[in-house]
């Protein structure tokens, strides 16, 4: 009975690389959505997507985010160029209906990105 | 934004039953009411929703006022594994997709 993945659990980047994290939404899921949790903070939406589309970006920054959820695979989040206000935990949360649906949302354990 | 109002913080011994409130006065009608929980830097784990009526499960009690314009969760029999920070959460399909988290209340149960 496999939840949420997702991986790395713990990340650390210099500023100027790349960050890739990856979501395994629970099986029979087809909706993947994105928050991030900065420190001392609540959760905040990013991105919502379905296999192959996104719904959904209106939380993600304008620049060096990006999100994909391939027909096959896990769904990324990638973040270029990171900064050291990128450091936060992101978290995966998959449902098995979307909009306009009353299902709740599973969450993974989520993926804690440092910035040196 | 969040469209609820937590208190912050509550404190609650353990063995007794934990009521955290919530405020959502502009609740439109198709809209559900959700509760999560976030213990320390976990995943945010569902608790329970609903719309109209109290809800019940193994977790918890959720209680909807008739105007719907607030709601309590209760915990029974609050354990010290129940601290967290809980959401309320309001969501429908006028809403959109995306379920808005606000600061929540950190519920510590004390020995």
């Known amino acids: 009975n496999a939840g949420v993945m997702q991986n790395p659990r713990h990340l650390v980047r210099r500023r100027g690389q790349e960050a890739r994290l990856r979501c395994s939404p629970m099986k029979g899921h087809s909706h993947v959505y994105w928050y991030r949790q900065l420190p001392e903070e609540g959760l905040k939406f990013m991105v919502y997507l379905q296999k192959e589309n996104i719904i959904d970006e209106s939380g993600m920054p304008k620049e060096r985010f990006s999100a994909e959820f391939p027909k096959e695979g896990p769904s990324i989040l990638r973040i270029q160029q990171v900064v050291r206000g990128d450091s936060a935990a992101y978290f995966c949360a998959s449902s098995p209906t979307g909009q306009g649906g009353t299902g709740e949302l599973f969450f993974g354990e989520g993926s804690r990105l440092t910035v040196l | 934004d969040a469209k609820t109002t937590q208190p912050t913080s509550m404190d609650c011994a353990e063995g007794r039953a934990a009521n955290l409130p919530c405020n959502h006065s502009t609740i439109s009608g198709n809209e559900y009411v959700y509760w999560y929980r976030q213990i320390h830097s976990q995943g945010p784990q569902y608790i329970i929703h609903?719309?109209?009526n109290n809800e019940t499960n193994e977790m918890a009690s959720l209680i909807i006022t008739e105007d719907r314009k607030s709601s309590t969760l209760i915990l029974p029999h609050a354990t010290l594994r129940d601290t967290a920070v809980y959401y309320c959460i309001v969501r429908g399909s006028n809403t959109g997709n995306q379920f808005y988290f606000g600061t929540g209340t950190s519920l510590t149960v004390i020995p």
């Open positions: 609903g719309l109209k």
